[in-house]
């Protein structure tokens, strides 16, 4: 198993659009555990691939606060979405800022699992929350960008900022 780096904004590898994952073998299990440990060492409810810039549509999602209860999601997709909530939403890839975002309240969703079965499930609260933003990024989206123009480019001077200081700490 391995702890693995979680890119951060500005980084435009954040932007690319995952791909398919057409076989379900020890490899992308491999992926999961490894994803799942740099989750629950990050004190995050989810993580997308893309966040640790591997292109495959591959989520893991947690919700319980004992780390006791992972779930992978590989190739997720809505089928179907009813209703608007409003949550408090935070990103590993954006670290402590928290905004409040509009989505679907309950959401029909399909992914396989590790044995590369097929579910179908509907759910709503936090995990319906939680699945939308982690396929938005393997779709390249943010949950800032869901935010006014002037919202989004504060966070993102805030951290273009950090990363010219950072780079001139290391030259
Ligand atoms: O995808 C990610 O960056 C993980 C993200 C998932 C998420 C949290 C809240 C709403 C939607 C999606 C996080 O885990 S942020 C980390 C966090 O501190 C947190 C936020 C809310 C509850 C528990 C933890
Ligand atoms: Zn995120």
Do not use: W
Not at 93 to 121: A, C, H, K, M, W
């Amino acid at each position: 198993m391995a702890i693995l780096e979680v890119l951060h904004i500005p980084d435009n590898r954040l932007r690319k659009v995952a791909q398919a994952i057409s076989n379900v073998d020890d490899s992308i299990r491999e992926l999961a555990k490894d994803m799942l440990e740099t989750m629950y060492a990050e004190n995050g409810i989810g993580l997308a691939a893309t966040q640790v810039n591997v292109q495959k549509r591959m989520v893991v999602i947690d919700l319980s606060t004992e780390q006791s209860d992972p779930k992978v999601l590989i190739n997720p997709e809505i089928l179907d979405s009813s209703g608007t909530e409003e949550m408090q939403e935070g990103c590993l890839s954006v670290p402590d800022i928290f905004e409040t975002v509009e989505r679907p309240e309950t959401i029909t969703v399909r992914y396989q699992n590790l044995e590369g079965e097929i579910i179908e499930e509907s759910v709503d609260g936090l995990y319906a929350v939680c699945i939308q933003h982690e396929i938005d990024h393997l779709d390249g989206r943010l949950f800032i960008d869901y935010l006014s123009p002037l919202k989004r480019n504060r966070i993102l001077k805030k951290f273009e900022k950090q990363e010219k200081l950072q780079a001139a700490r290391v030259s």
